[in-house]
């Protein structure tokens, strides 16, 4: 019988696996890569970390044994380092500007409230000028207040006033203290990303020198608490992806030459165990919603992005149907040491507030069960504060969603990558001679703190993040794709709210993972240590001077991130842009 196929078309004789390939060939000309599936596939699964060539050690002049410790201490020596710099930065003269500035307004005394009375109350409108003028020795009011976000924040910067007192620097010392442990976060999950460790203390030094960053963790504000407790989680997911990773390497079986091969039997029956950093990036995801409830937004991506991840490990690992055995065997236990451990750290973060008393003495809404709810059909069901607390929070919602006052810092969410309208928090205009304004300063000085990113490093990072996109969909990087879903997880669901009253600050959350993007965008310029000497030197200088000029914007915008006193003309000339006015 004469077969109906072409004599040309041998599809028939190829595997399924080479049938596929038809599109990624297609894609190649715009540089997708067939993965390399030979050698050990336990190198696939848990990748080693690089080391510095023994021929930069010989240039530098380090002899064998000292270069051999200096590496295994970089390890955390230069995070270590990264961080020193970042807190010296953060912790110099905390405490000025001594005013309450921005919404610190708010914060601040709400946090002294909370862990005090356990939930906030209304101050009165003099309040501040009266704390300020009387070092913070001032009572605490009864009458509770509504206020619209989580206490988990609100706590953190209590801690730091309940340790330094009730003035600028105590409630700035705790958001400080997380800026900088969030600079030492990012240079070891940088590092464990990209299994460099030169790249990682890059990206934390790259947040360092961001002026945002910066600027948040001399403010006391929400949001650079709430980027901490998502960048924490985030990390505490990637170690879980290492170690499970390793747990199926070390189950698959060994051939005679030493080297593991995948197995479909053990990649799809193979149990990882007990998770706990899946416990702690369910409690670390739990603190963040706790914070400001657009952590939801992040938590489901997170979730996503882990599944994706197991569903990765077990294909690696030689899984005919991954998909599958993440089913079987993952997807309910991650389920259950995220999502549920979140929502119980949320709940219990309300604990002061539902300790206190239901008749009207208490917190906001408090009563509302045993008041206005009392003929609720619920009310034999759930405890007077569980009804309480939701009705609390429906109110809560619908003020989000409905809050459209006009401000004059407000900003759309498409200028952000680009630092279109930064936000100043604090303004002065002291005379020459006067408050640090030079007296040779021929008319008045200007004072401001700006929230505004180091421009430089958010200009490259628009095209990290056009790198990364391409990285993660041509090369199928998992590295550009976690990436990716960490900027978006933080960034995408504003656009949803364009009507809505928002600012360039709440772009903070994201941040850390811009600078991931761009320490990877700087890495891929130096190029793959097999690349020849000439694109080596010709890749690091062009990474050099990004760098050195990120730093550079970075000290050239300094007196306009802490509040010092400037010559009016010399302000005009940061004023880049006529919408950062």
């Known amino acids: 019988m004469t077969s109906t196929a072409s004599s040309t078309d041998t599809r028939q004789e ?15 000309r715009f540089g997708y890569r067939v993965p390399d599936r030979r050698g050990d596939v336990r190198d696939r699964l848990v990748p080693p970390y690089t080391r510095p060539s023994g021929r930069l050690w010989s240039t530098l002049g380090v002899p064998p044994l000292p270069a051999k410790r200096l590496t295994r201490w970089s390890a955390w020596g230069g995070p270590l380092l990264v961080t020193l710099l970042a807190g010296v930065l953060r912790f110099w003269n905390l405490g000025s500007p001594k005013a309450v500035i921005f919404d610190e307004t708010y914060y601040a005394k709400d946090a002294w409230a909370i ?6 109350v209304n101050w009165d409108k003099n309040a501040n000028s009266l704390i300020l003028n009387s070092g913070g020795d001032v009572p605490i009011p009864t009458d509770a207040a509504y206020v619209v976000h989580p206490p988990v924040g609100k706590y953190v910067i209590g801690l730091g006033e309940l340790m330094f007192g009730f003035d600028p620097f105590g409630w700035r010392f705790m958001t400080a203290l997380l800026g900088t ?7 070891r999950i940088g590092r464990r990303l990209f299994r460099s460790t030169f790249l990682g203390c890059l990206a934390g030094a790259l ?35 290492d170690r499970a990773r390793a747990k199926l390497a070390a189950a698959l079986p060994v051939d005679a030459e030493g080297r593991a091969r995948p197995d479909a039997e053990t990649a799809e029956n193979t149990r990882i165990g007990l998770r706990p950093w899946r416990l702690a990036a369910g409690l670390m ?35 005919r149907r991954p998909r599958v055995a993440v089913l079987k065997r993952d997807l309910g236990w991650a389920f259950l040491s995220t999502v549920p451990v979140a929502v119980v750290t949320y709940f219990a973060s309300w604990t002061g507030w539902i ?9 906001y809404y408090r009563d509302w069960a045993t008041r206005d709810g009392r003929d609720s059909d619920w009310s034999w069901l759930f405890p007077d504060w569980w009804r309480s607390l939701w009705h609390y929070e429906t109110q809560v919602y619908e003020f989000h969603v409905g809050l459209s006052s006009p401000h004059t810092y407000e900003s759309n969410p498409w200028s952000w990558i680009v630092t279109g309208r930064p936000v100043s928090y604090f303004y002065e205009s002291p005379a020459p001679g006067a408050d640090g304004c030079p007296v040779d300063a021929g008319e008045k000085c200007a004072q401001e703190v700006l929230a505004i990113g180091t421009p430089m490093l958010w200009w490259v990072g628009c095209f990290a993040l056009l790198y990364v996109l391409w990285r993660w969909f041509f090369r199928r990087d998992w590295r550009a794709g976690a990436l990716a879903c960490g900027i978006a997880a933080g960034y995408a669901p504003w656009f949803l ?34 690349s020849g000497d000439t694109r080596r030197v010709a890749g690091a200088t062009a990474a050099g001077v990004l760098t050195l000029l990120i730093a550079w914007n970075f000290i050239y915008f300094w007196p306009i991130y802490t509040g010092t006193p400037i010559p009016i003309d010399d302000w005009r000339a940061r004023m880049w842009l006529d919408t950062w006015v």
């Open 355 to 363: 300790l206190s008393p239901s008749d009207g003495s208490g917190g």
């Open 14 to 28: 190829q595997s399924p696996f080479e049938q596929r390939q038809t599109w990624q060939q297609r894609l190649r």
């Open 181 to 187: 442990l969030s600079v030492l976060m990012l240079c």
């Open 285 to 319: 995801l739990g603190l963040a919603i706790g914070t400001k409830w657009n952590a939801l937004y992040i938590m489901a991506a997170f979730c996503v992005m882990a599944v994706l991840w197991d569903v990765g490990a077990r294909r690696v690992a030689g899984a």
């Open 497 to 530: 709210y364009q009507e809505r009253t928002i600012f360039f600050f709440y772009a903070i959350v994201f941040l850390p993972f811009l600078c991931l993007a761009v320490a990877m965008l700087l890495g891929a310029l130096v190029g793959p240590p097999r």
């Open 207 to 241: 947040m360092a020198v961001d002026g945002l960053h910066f600027v948040m963790s001399r403010t006391a504000l929400l949001d650079g608490v709430l980027m901490f407790f998502v960048l924490a989680a985030f990390g505490c997911l990637l170690i879980d992806r």
């Open 115 to 120: 862990v005090h009375r356990g939930f906030e």
